[in-house]
């Protein structure tokens, strides 16, 4: 997979090189600031951009003003956003377009590289990777919430799992019940949330959409 890195810190970004080289990825561009990833997306057209959010010159959200860019440039580029921060007006917007393909993750949460390879390739095959925090925050921030609170407290433990990303079978897992008692929450979101069988929509990101507010 070829792929962009974009982040200010000269040593997390010469790891995160290394990281992605030793997987067998191709880093065909690592740069330091939003102006350049910019130009090295134009120049190399990677698959995946793999970016931090503040970045010079302000420090404050270009890395996700420029990954919105780009989405909106090439909705098919796939997008890992890896801060230490939840900007959650830009992520939203990130988010609300088409959500098939992008991920934000927190650096002091990732506590290991296989983790971090596993959330990056799933994005990269066009499915989602959210910090259970990122998630958490974005539904702060929402003012939709009517229908939501419909749901019961395990519909959204269900909920925020799928917007992790996770499968059935993982979210099973990670709540140690069967896959069927799952498949049962997420119909029970899906009614709840007015959410009917659709062969042009995909009902989980719709469902995922509506926890975050976008």
Known sequence: MRIVVAEDSPILRAGLVGLLEDEGHEVVAAVP??????????????????????????????????????????PGLRILIFS?????????????????????????????????????ERVAAG????????????????NSRRALDTLSPREREVLGLMGEGRSNGAIAAAL???????????????????????????RRVLAVLRYLGV
């Open 33 to 74: 600031d939003a102006t350049r990833l910019r130009e090295v997306v134009a120049e190399h057209r990677p698959e995946l951009v793999v970016s931090d959010i503040r970045m010079p010159p302000t420090h404050t959200d270009e890395g996700l003003r420029a990954a919105i860019e780009l989405r909106a440039a090439d």
């Open 84 to 120: 230490q921060y939840v900007e959650t007006q830009y992520a939203s917007r990130l988010l609300a377009g088409n959500s098939a393909g992008v991920g934000y993750l927190l650096k002091e949460r990732v506590m290991d590289t296989k983790d971090f390879i596993d959330a990056l």
């Open 127 to 142: 499915g989602t990777a959210l910090d259970p925090e990122v998630v958490s925050q974005l539904v702060g921030a929402s």
């Open 176 to 202: 140690f019940v069967t896959e069927r008692a799952v498949e049962k929450h997420v119909a029970g979101i899906f009614t709840k949330l007015d959410l009917p069988v659709s062969s042009a929509d995909n």
